[in-house]
Structures are given as C-alpha cells and as structure tokens.
C-alpha cells in the first residue's frame, strides 16, 4: 500500500537555525498538509496545500513557517529561526480528495536545543 | 470553537480484557467523528469513523457509536490484544466546511500478556 514518508526521523537543531522538513505524499494525492504534536500535547493544525498554495492554516502558522512543493513529489515545511517551543513531532498527511481521510507518514522529531 | 475531550492515560489492561476509551466532543450541528491509532514510531491511521447519528463505525475487533445526545464517541473493544498496544486519537470535523480533523490529546493503551 501507498505510504506518505518523511524525513529525517529525528533532527536536532540550534536554536535560531532554519530547519526543513521533507514529506513525499502519496503519488496520486492532490491536499497536503502538516501538523504537529507536542509531547503529551494535541495533534495540531498547520497548514493545508492544495494546487500549489495555501489553502488553509492555523493560528500557529505565522510568517516563522513557509511550505512548498518544489518539484512533483516532495511537500517541504521550512521552519525559520527556529524556538526551543518548535520542539514537537511533525507530520505530514495527504489526501486525493478534501473529504477523505488523510493519509499520514511516520513523523519528524524535531528537538531545538 | 470545536474541541474533543478524551480519558487522560494511560490505561493498562490485560490481555483479554475489555476496553472503553471515552470521548466527547463540542461542536456545532453534526460533525463526523473519527478514531486513529498511532504505533510506537508510526504515523496516526484511520481506525473507524461514522459521519451521523447513531451511526456505529467498526474496524478490527474495535467499534464507536455516534451519540448525538450525549456527543459522545466511545471506543470499545470487547478482548483486547498486546498488539493493540498504542495512542488512540478521537477527531472530529465539522459539518458543510473544513475538512481539517480537530484531534483529542490521545489516549495511551498498554496491554500485558
């Protein structure tokens, strides 16, 4: 079965760095999206990406994050200026059609120190 | 604002035993509701979901009915396994608009042979 992958697993980064999170949905899947999850925390709301924009996004996406799809396969979250608070677990889904549930990949630790 | 509550964790049973994670929701009109299951190092996957009232979603031994009346979405499971060791997420989404799921904080299972 199709699977939605992300990398890397883990990263670790210095505060203050940019970081970029990579997800390669599903082939034939045209929304994308990202949350995150802090730990013990909820699953989180991001970002939605559909015909190359943004279709939706959260209170939490502010001018510290851009996504793109730069080619025909991967989805990337960039990160700017990164926080000790970005510290979470993100992950990427995907979907052929909106009403559809989504499709999500394993996730990226992301550790700020 | 929609928002799901679920049962604090972890909860431990054995092997066998019977199963109810519990979960309620606020909302207006008749979202659908969802349960996901994340194991250890994966991503979250669809484990059942019912999109009216009174409607009762299945999958893999695992069932929720959708009660209107008491917005509730109750998992239950009558002879649980060790695989089915994981973190259970309630989510809903809201009627004619978004499709972007509102997650629970997840409720840790852990069964012992």
């Known amino acids: 079965e199709p699977e939605v992958t992300q990398t890397p697993s883990h990263q670790v980064t210095q505060m203050g760095q940019e970081v970029i999170l990579r997800c390669v949905p599903i082939?034939?899947?045209?929304?994308f999206y990202w949350y995150r999850q802090i730990l013990g925390q909820k699953v989180e709301f991001l970002v939605s990406?559909?015909?190359?924009?943004?279709?939706?996004k959260s209170e939490i996406f502010d001018d510290q994050f851009s996504v793109e799809r730069p080619d025909g396969s991967n989805f990337t979250l960039k990160i700017r200026s990164t926080k000790l608070e970005d510290s979470a677990m993100y992950f990427c889904?995907?979907?052929?059609?909106?009403?559809?549930?989504?499709?999500f990949g394993d996730g990226t630790r992301l550790s700020i120190l | 604002g929609n928002s799901v509550t679920q049962m604090e964790g972890p909860v431990t049973l054995s092997e066998e035993a019977f199963l109810t994670i519990n979960c309620t929701y606020t909302?207006?009109?008749?979202?659908?509701l969802f349960w996901y299951v994340q194991y250890p190092g994966e991503g979250l996957q669809l484990l059942l979901k019912?999109?009216?009232?009174?409607d009762k979603g299945s999958n893999k031994g695992f069932e929720a009915t959708y009660r209107k009346e008491t917005t509730s979405f109750h998992l239950e499971k009558g002879s649980v396994q060790v695989s089915d060791s994981a973190v259970y997420f309630c989510?809903?989404?809201?009627?004619?608009?978004?499709?972007?799921?509102?997650f629970g904080r997840g409720t840790s299972l852990i069964v012992h042979p």
């Open positions: 889904a995907s979907t052929r059609d909106r009403d559809q549930p989504q499709h």
């Open positions: 082939s034939n899947h045209l929304y």
């Open positions: 990406f559909y015909n190359n924009e943004i279709s939706e």
């Open positions: 909302a207006t009109g008749y979202p659908s």
């Open positions: 019912a999109t009216k009232a009174d």
């Open positions: 989510a809903l989404t809201p009627p004619g608009g978004s499709y972007i799921p509102t």
